[in-house]
């Protein structure tokens, strides 16, 4: 599946409509979504964006802002792998559990 952004000239709630019926009458859309402040139309699932491009641009201005997977990955968990592990770490307020892992540390 991939996320296909189109920026498309609407002008109203009734444009909006028929793009959204235009484009859903495509093969192997999972999910649309418009976005009228920035003028972008969202489709998610397996279709050709050069072919959504060419039946709305019988009728609005189009452009293919972005293509790419339908789900960003997911950059927390890659963080948490890069960071290491951080539970031996005192947090701020535990000045005596960070004297008694000192004391461990040292040995006495």
Known sequence: MQRVVLKVDLNDDRDKKNVMKTVSSLNG???ISV???DKKVTVIGFVDPID???KLRRQWHT???SVG?????EKK???E?????????????DKKDANKQVAELVGT
């Not at 997977?69 to 990955?73: S, Y």
């Not at 792998?81 to 307020?93: A, I, L, Q, S």
Request: glycine share 10%.
């Open 35 to 37: 976005d009228m402040k």
């Open 69 to 73: 997977p339908a789900k960003e990955p």
């Open 81 to 93: 792998k890069k960071g290491g592990d951080n539970r031996n770490v005192p947090k701020k307020g």
């Open 29 to 31: 859309v999972d999910s």
């Open 63 to 65: 452009e293919i802002f």
């Open 52 to 54: 959504m491009v060419s």
């Open 77 to 79: 968990k890659e963080e």
